[in-house]
């Protein structure tokens, strides 16, 4: 197991309130003082000196880690910035030693590639929802956001990581949408390999979302009404008019297996 340290400042003086499993809004949610240059010295982009944003936030459910949520990018940050954005996040408060751990992934989100710029995990078990919580990365930033409890979850439902553990508390999660974190992953997954982890966290209509995504990146036709809707009101320039087998990327082709298989090993049902 990855040993860590945990650099936690809180800005409220309330102890903390957070040892019960379940569903946890974040809000407010801002980053500062992140790296203005790579460990080599060298600056983010070679374009612009300013860094764009994306943070990630994963959470331990004890036997497995799984994404909570991707934030949308902020272009030309640089070293700060702020998302108005308000994720629901599972944080799982059970008897296993790694479980109540969040883990922040900072990101300087590029066309090509993208570059780590910092990471920590947080013992949630020193975060609160009365307040501003304060934590510190590894390379120096901090990120600030408030907490909610949404849902309170039964004991037992969050155990196991991924599909299971999500697919049994969230209310009509097999249903549930979110664009700009589909469209995301599927844009990351033309330069490098979608993870099985990222793919738990999604729900049935999601999945199939991220899938064609890449041929939707074509303008590909689809024959599925809610597919055809989502992609002409969500990704933009899509016009439905590109041919019904475009010519994938080697790693876009290899994504798309990659996800078929996971859809028949987990029997995702047809929608």
Not at 143 to 162: I, K, M, T
Not at 208 to 222: H, Q, V
């Amino acid at each position: 197991m990855i040993k860590f340290i945990v650099l936690l400042l809180v800005l409220t003086a309330a102890a903390s309130d957070i040892s019960t499993t379940g569903w946890y809004r974040l809000t407010n949610l801002e980053v500062e003082d992140a790296p203005s240059h790579k460990t080599n010295g060298n600056r983010w982009d070679t374009m612009s000196a300013n860094a764009d944003l994306m943070l990630s936030l994963y959470s331990n459910m004890g036997s497995g880690v799984v994404n909570a949520f991707t934030t949308y990018v902020l272009e030309e940050a640089g070293t700060s910035g702020r998302w108005d954005i308000s994720e629901d996040v599972p944080i799982y408060c059970g008897s296993h030693e790694d479980s109540c751990n969040l883990f922040f992934v900072l990101t300087d989100h590029d066309t090509k590639t993208h570059d780590e710029m910092d990471r920590n995990w947080v013992d949630t078990n020193d975060l609160s929802t009365r307040g501003i919580n304060e934590v510190r990365l590894q390379r120096g930033t901090i990120v600030r956001f408030e907490l909610a409890l949404v849902n309170e979850v039964e004991d037992g439902l969050f155990r196991g990581a991924g599909t299971s553990a999500f697919r049994t508390s969230y209310p009509d999660y097999e249903n549930n949408i979110r664009p700009k974190f589909v469209l995301q992953l599927a844009g990351a997954g033309r330069s490098r390999p979608i993870e099985s982890y990222e793919i738990d966290e999604l729900s049935f209509k999601e999945i199939k979302l991220l899938r064609n995504s890449f041929y939707a990146f074509y303008n590909r036709p689809f024959s599925t009404n809610w597919i055809s809707f989502f992609f002409f009101n969500n990704l933009p320039g899509y016009t439905g008019k590109g041919p019904s087998n475009p010519a994938l990327s080697e790693i876009e082709a290899s994504n798309i297996n990659f996800i078929l298989d996971y859809e028949e090993e987990n029997e995702i049902p047809a929608l």
